[in-house]
């Protein structure tokens, strides 16, 4: 798809990402650098917890999300610069799970100080198989617009 500028979006514009697996190795392992809490990494002592079971970091299902939304699932001109937002995970990411992120555009608003640029409002659900939100993202993105000439 051709990276979209400022100018080509519009409110209810929605977009889908590729698809991507998530095994238990790839939740030990980046648990294991940048989450370390046992119901990311040990199986056994994760059914004792509220997730009764492993459960990916959040912080991790926030990443293979940017991954499919510079991948394809968010296809801005000048790459996904993020100016603020608010993240929820309604429910945890699991080995096995295939992720896809839909996104639907909120607001599109040009900047009065910047006319090269504005602000688009994206808000992102990043689905695993069954279609069940794991994540939710809104999210202001700095979005060029088309260059004159």
Not at 2 to 7: C, K, N, P, S
């Amino acid at each position: 798809m051709t990276a979209l500028y400022l100018d080509d979006l519009h409110v209810g514009q929605t977009f889908t990402s590729g698809s991507l697996a998530v095994d238990e190795a790839a939740i030990k392992a980046f648990a294991g650098q940048f989450d370390p809490q046992p119901f990311h990494l040990d199986d056994d002592a994760a059914k004792a917890t509220l997730f009764g079971g492993l459960a990916a970091s959040g912080w991790h299902t926030a990443a293979l999300t940017m991954r499919l939304l510079v991948g394809g699932g968010a296809p801005i001109a000048g790459g996904v610069i993020g100016g603020g937002g608010e993240i929820a995970w309604p429910r945890p990411t699991r080995p096995g799970d295939v992720l896809t992120v839909v996104s639907e555009v909120l607001e599109v608003t040009p900047s009065r100080s910047k006319p090269d640029r504005g602000m688009v409002t994206l808000r992102s659900e990043t689905r695993n198989q069954r279609g069940e939100p794991v994540q939710i993202i809104t999210m202001k993105l700095v979005v060029p617009k088309k260059p004159v000439g």
